[in-house]
Nanobody, 125 residues
Framework: QVQLVESGGGLVQAGGSLRLSCAASVRTFSSYAMGWFRQTPGKEREFVAAISWSGSRKYYADSVKGRFTISRDNAKSTAYLQMNSLKPEDTGVYYC??????????????????WGQGTQVSVSS
């Protein structure tokens, strides 16, 4: 398993931006697909974005396409989620995820074996 630590969450006004970071403690970071999920109270965790081990393929939830960008820096063992044009409905706890056997395009929580503790993102209207 991989240890994942998220950072960069906070409170922002609607229309603003935040960048989340996910630092991974594993020597073979470049072998893992990375992703982000989010959860709001009373709702199930939902897929936000994923990126292949090489960074060549990226997948997004329809609700964030065109506003969020996932990226990674394998030299730093870190993944990122740039969030622009934030909306109040983007509020939630954002979780970083990783898996070495990721099926391209998969979006279920069970498709990722390692999870971070989460970081809170709050968007005010």
């Amino acid at each position: 398993q991989v240890q994942l630590v998220e950072s960069g969450g906070g409170l922002v006004q609607a229309g603003g931006s935040l960048r989340l970071s996910c630092a991974a403690s594993v020597r073979t970071f470049s072998s893992y697909a990375m992703g982000w999920f989010r959860q709001t109270p009373g709702k199930e965790r939902e897929f936000v974005a994923a990126i292949s081990w090489s960074g060549s393929r990226k997948y997004y939830a329809d609700s964030v396409k065109g506003r969020f960008t996932i990226s990674r820096d394998n030299a730093k063992s870190t993944a990122y989620l740039q969030m622009n044009s934030l909306k109040p409905e983007d509020t939630g706890v954002y979780y970083c995820v990783a898996d070495p056997d990721y099926r391209p395009g998969a979006k279920r929580t069970s498709d990722f074996g390692s999870w971070g503790q989460g970081t809170q993102v709050s968007v005010s209207s």
